[in-house]
């Protein structure tokens, strides 16, 4: 059997006709989600863009309250060790005038027995005024550092609270 092939030009036309009115809406339909993608591309790039603007905004934000908290627990730390500075230096004056007034009253001493327990009087005093400053310097000691962490301290707790929700 032979196919049947077409002999004119109106029954060509005819063919034509009939495979356009169904071909046409089908490729309008398979073009017509291509036609929508650039938009659709678009509004995700520029979603994507908001997105990472806003995370860098975010971040910068972020940075900038690290470098405050590092700054202000800096000015703790260095008033602080300027205090400490200044406890010590009148500790140590202090001292200082105790063992020249010491050293007077062993000059005008009488007896043997007597610069012995001047001087053990003067050891005693010594001993256990170092001993209470050396306590009092460690205190404020640690209380300076704690001061002085506790910028950093809060910072550290905003990243867990901050990186803990986007988790």
Do not use: H, Y
Not at 4 to 21: H, Q
Not at 49 to 59: L, R, S
Not at 92 to 113: G, I
């Amino acid at each position: 059997m032979k196919p049947k092939t077409i002999e004119t030009a109106p029954e060509a036309e005819a063919v034509v006709g009939k495979t356009s009115e169904v071909i046409a809406p089908a490729i309008t339909a398979a073009a017509a989600p291509k036609a929508a993608l650039p938009e659709t591309t678009q509004a995700k790039v520029k979603q994507g863009m908001e997105k990472a603007m806003k995370t860098a905004e975010d971040f910068v934000a972020f940075s900038q309250g690290n470098v405050e908290a590092l700054v202000k627990s800096g000015q703790i730390w260095v008033t602080g060790v300027q205090d400490l500075s200044k406890q010590f230096a009148a500790s140590a004056q202090a001292s200082m005038e105790e063992s020249l007034s010491t050293f007077k009253a062993l000059t005008s001493v009488k007896s043997f027995k007597e610069a012995l327990d001047l001087q053990a009087a003067f050891a005693r005093s010594a001993m256990e005024k170092t001993v209470a400053e050396s306590s009092k310097l460690t205190d404020a000691s640690f209380k300076l550092t704690e001061q002085a962490l506790a910028p950093i301290t809060a910072r550290v707790t905003v990243a867990v609270e901050t990186f803990s929700k986007t988790a």
